[in-house]
C-alpha cells in the first residue's frame, strides 16, 4: 500500500509491513475525508433546490431565474432584508436599487390566494402561502386585484423555482412573481401583525463578472501549490546531496535512507490511489446518511487537528532556520515520543490559534483563520505523501476525476440529489458549510457570500506537480527544459477555466478536477511522450542513479557489497 521512501536505488532496503501499515491507514483516511470534501460548490443567499431541466420555456415563461432582494421597512424606518428568487413568469425584476419603489406590503385574506381576496388593495404587494393551486394562478389572481407584485411564500426553509405547468397557454402575468423560503415568510408576519405599516422594496442587483475574491483564490491555490513543491524537491535534492556525498567519499557504512532528510515521507502505490478513493466513497455516503449539526461539529475537531499538525510543522521548518539548536535539541514526552524544543514551543500558539477558530469561525473574520489552517494542512500533506511516478499520479487523478463525476452528477440519478453537493454545503446541519475549503469573500459581489476551492482541488494535483519539480531537480533540468513550469501553467489555466465554467453556469458549483485533471495530467503526458523521458517519468519517477552500496576494494576495483 503505502511505504516508507527509500533511496534511488529502490530494493536494496526493506520496508517493514508494520511500519507500512502504520503509514497508510492514517493517510489514506485522512487523504480519502479530504477527498470527499474536495468539491464544495458555493450557496449565497439561499439555495435553489428545484430542477426544472425539464421543464422548457414557452411566451411568457421565459424569465431567467434571478435572486431577488426584498428589502423592508417598519413604521418607515428600515429593517430586515430577505433574499427571494424570482419565477419564470411575470415582469423582470428592476436590478438598480435606486429605481425600485417602495411598496406597502399586505397579508392575503384567503392566505393561499387561489381565490379572490377579500381584503382591498391598490397597487399594494400581497403576501400568499404556497399550495392548493398553481404558481400562475397565484399570481393571476392577485394581479386581477390590483397587486403591483406578489410575494410566494415556500412550505419548506430553500427556495423553489416556480415555473409554468406544461399546459398551461393563458400566461399573461404582468406583475413580478418571487418565492421566499419559510423563515422569511413567518419573520414578514410577524412585522405585519405588530406594526401599523410595512413596506418592501424589490430588485435584483447583477454579480460582477468576475470578483476580485475569485482572482486572491485563483493565486492562493497556485502559490499553495508553489510554496509545497519547493518545499518537498528541497527536502529531496538534500537527501540526494547525502547521497552523491555517501559515492564521493565512498563510504563503507551506508546510513538508513529514511533517516537522510526525507523521513516520514511516504510513497503511494496504484493500489492505494484506488483504495484511497473507494474509502472517500465510503466516507462520503456516510456523511450524506449522518449529516447534523453533531457531525459538523465532528469534522470542525478533525480539521483543528490537522490544522493545528500543519501549522506546526510548517512553523517547526521555518524557524529551524533561526533556531537550531533548538530545533536538533529533543526532550521525551509520554505518550508523544521525543519532541524538539522548538516544536514544544510552537504547539502552544498552534493549539491557541486553532481553537480561537473554532468558537468565532461563524464571524465574518473567521475565513481568514480558516485559510491558514488550510494552506498549512495542505502544505504539510504534501510533504508526507508522494507521487513516485506518473503511472501513480494518472491511476489517482483518473480515479479522482472519476470519483468526481459520479458523486456530482451520476449520484443525483440514484437519490435524486446531487450526493456531493448535499455534503459539501452540509444540508441539515443548521451551518452554512462545511471546514475543509479555502474561502475569500466577495467584496464586490452586491451578494455577498465566498468564492471556494475544496482541498482536493488543491491536493490532489499539487502532488503531480510537486513530482514534476522533484524530477527536474534530480535531473538537473532548468525551469525551461524542465516538466514544473508547465505542469503549473497547466494547473492554473485549468483552474481558471473552473472559474470560467463556474460564471457561465451563474455560480452553481463546479467539480473543479472535471478541468484540472486533464489540463495538468495531460500536459505532463504529452511532454514526456515528446521529449523521451516518458519511460523514465512513467516507471523510475526519477533519473538513474549510482547505488551507494559498494565498496571499493584495495585493488582498486569495485564489487557489490
Known sequence: MLGEQGGSCRGDSSVRL????????????????????????????????????????????????????????????????????????????????????????????????????????????????????????????????????????????????MVCEPDETDLNIHIPAVMLPRDAGARLEEMLTSASSVSVQLYSPRR?????????????????????????????????DEHNKLLKDASDEVPDTINTGVSRVVNMNMKAAVLFVVLASCFLFMIYKLMSPWFIDILVVLFCIGGIEGLQTCLVALLSRWFKHAAKTYIKIPFFGAISYLTLAVSPFCITFAVLWAVYRTHSFGWIGQDILGIALIITVLQIVHVPNLKVGTVLLSCAFIYDLFWVFVSAKFFQQSVMIVVARADGSGEDGIPMLLKFPRIFDPWGGYSIIGFGDILLPGMLVAFSLRYDWLANKNIRNGYFLWAIFAYGFGLLVTYVALNLMDGHGQPALLYIVPFTLGTLLTLGRKRGDLQVLWTRGEPERPCPHIRLQHSGEVSPE
Request: glycine fraction near 4%; proline fraction near 5%; include cysteine.
Open 18 to 161: 508494520s511500519m507500512a501499515v502504520e503509514k497508510f491507514l492514517p493517510v489514506a483516511a485522512f487523504l480519502a475525508l479530504i477527498l470527499l470534501l474536495r468539491h464544495a460548490p458555493s450557496v449565497i443567499a439561499g439555495d435553489i433546490v428545484h430542477d426544472d431541466d425539464s421543464t422548457p420555456k414557452k411566451p411568457g415563461c421565459e424569465n431567467q431565474f434571478v435572486l431577488v432582494k426584498v428589502q423592508t421597512w417598519v413604521n418607515d424606518k428600515e429593517d430586515d432584508e430577505f433574499v427571494g428568487v424570482g419565477a419564470r413568469f411575470g415582469t423582470t425584476i428592476v436590478s438598480k436599487e435606486k429605481n425600485a419603489k417602495h411598496t406597502r406590503l399586505i397579508l392575503s385574506d384567503p392566505r393561499d390566494c387561489c381565490n379572490p381576496p377579500k381584503n382591498k388593495i391598490a397597487g399594494d404587494v400581497i403576501m400568499v402561502d404556497r399550495g392548493n393551486c398553481t404558481f400562475t394562478k397565484k399570481a393571476k389572481t392577485a394581479q386581477t386585484a390590483n397587486a403591483s407584485a406578489i410575494l410566494i411564500i415556500n412550505n419548506q426553509k430553500e427556495l423553489y423555482k
Open 208 to 240: 460582477p463578472a468576475v470578483d476580485v475574491a475569485e482572482v486572491f483564490l485563483w493565486l492562493l491555490a497556485v502559490l499553495t501549490i508553489l510554496c509545497a513543491s519547493y518545499w518537498s524537491a528541497w527536502r529531496v535534492r538534500e537527501a540526494a
